[in-house]
């Protein structure tokens, strides 16, 4: 019996044919949004940030519409990224559709929502921020009415914790960072140089006196984070930082064994009460060193304090975030407010700490 011949006979369409793209499924409406948003945007990455995807997402999906187009969308050169011309005349085809559904989606509380492309809309731009519980209650959110009213496209989320993290990448994220930390890959902004205090109240100074070497063992409390150091220099009557002795004078200390905390401000509310002296960051306690809840009585000797890379009593609040997103206008936005927030401190306050 004769072999039978393959069959020659062509479909109709192939993948790659002239038939009109109308005539296929459409891809899912998320990578028709992703691809938009990639083209509109010229990155991958800032569309991940705009979609809260991540960049891998942007990437499959963009596949996906190009393989549903047959033609290649985007020519990538090195770092640089553009639509190819099938990709332009595709975005400009998708752009008014697209921006009618948008129209068309109801927005919470029943309104219609507003148009990515029409410019940013309030809360539009999320930025997460990492930073200490301390800080963010007494330096961040008495800011935070000026910041929002300043920058109102921010939709800020606060982390709040102990352990230093890494900044996550392709997302909007800055951090306030107190002391020393690895700075590979960071973008990093020096705010403000901080000594460490020994603190108490009007009444624990009365009963107690301002000679560190004399106060109860049982009454120095304890920051986990923060040791005593070994000696300690007698601060001025006027509570400044300005010390009464040389460092020939620093009053040696016997080991403290007061209540401990991690949290710093449990550790204040401690001293506020009267419960004891408390070894904290000077900018943490500024507002109550100003109202007189407070007396600033001693801090470490100048010779110790003043080290470069290792010191004990004076650090340094950095903002940082990652090198690649300090561009991004979440990021930008924050970084320009808070370093004016500090320079009006300063200017307004010189010589005082930022609080």
Not at 298 to 326: F, I, N, S, V, Y
């Amino acid at each position: 019996m004769p072999a039978r011949k393959p069959s020659t006979t062509k479909t109709s369409e192939s993948p790659r044919s002239s038939t009109s793209l109308s005539g296929r499924s459409l891809p899912p409406l998320s990578a028709l949004q992703a691809f938009e948003a990639a083209a509109r945007l010229g990155s991958f990455t800032r569309a991940a940030t705009e979609r809260h995807l991540s960049h891998s997402a942007i990437s499959r999906a963009v596949q996906s519409v190009e393989h549903w187009h047959g033609l290649p969308l985007f020519e990538r050169s090195g770092p640089k990224l553009g639509l190819s011309a099938a990709g332009e005349a595709l975005r400009q085809r998708l752009a008014e559709p697209l921006a009618q559904l948008h129209r068309l989606s109801p927005a919470p509380g029943g309104r219609a929502a507003p148009d990515p492309a029409a410019g940013l809309s309030p809360r539009s731009e999320p930025l997460a921020l990492f930073t200490l519980p301390s800080l963010a209650a007494t330096w961040l959110l008495p800011r935070l009415p000026r910041l929002l009213a300043r920058q109102p496209q921010l939709q800020l989320t606060l982390h709040t914790g102990y352990a230093m993290q890494s900044l996550p990448p392709l997302h909007s994220a800055v951090a306030l960072r107190f002391g020393q930390f690895d700075r590979t890959g960071l973008r990093c902004w020096p705010l403000w140089s901080d000594a460490v205090v020994a603190v108490a109240t009007p009444d624990w100074l009365a009963r107690h006196g301002g000679e560190p070497a004399l106060w109860p063992a049982g009454e120095r409390l304890r920051l986990l984070s923060e040791p005593w150091p070994l000696r300690l220099l007698r601060c001025g009557d006027e509570g400044s930082a300005a010390c009464a002795a040389g460092p020939a004078m620093a009053a040696r200390l016997p080991p403290a064994e007061g209540p401990g905390f991690n949290d710093a401000l449990l550790l204040v509310q401690a001293a506020l009460l009267g419960l004891g002296v408390a070894w904290v960051r000077r900018s943490l306690v500024a507002p109550w060193l100003r109202d007189g809840a407070l007396r600033a009585l001693a801090q470490e000797p100048a010779a110790r304090a003043g080290r470069t890379g290792g010191a004990d009593a004076h650090k340094t609040m950095w903002l940082a975030c990652r090198d690649e997103l300090a561009e991004h206008p979440a990021v930008r936005a924050f970084v320009d407010w808070v370093l004016e927030e500090v320079a009006e401190e300063a200017a307004s306050r010189p010589g005082i700490i930022p609080s």
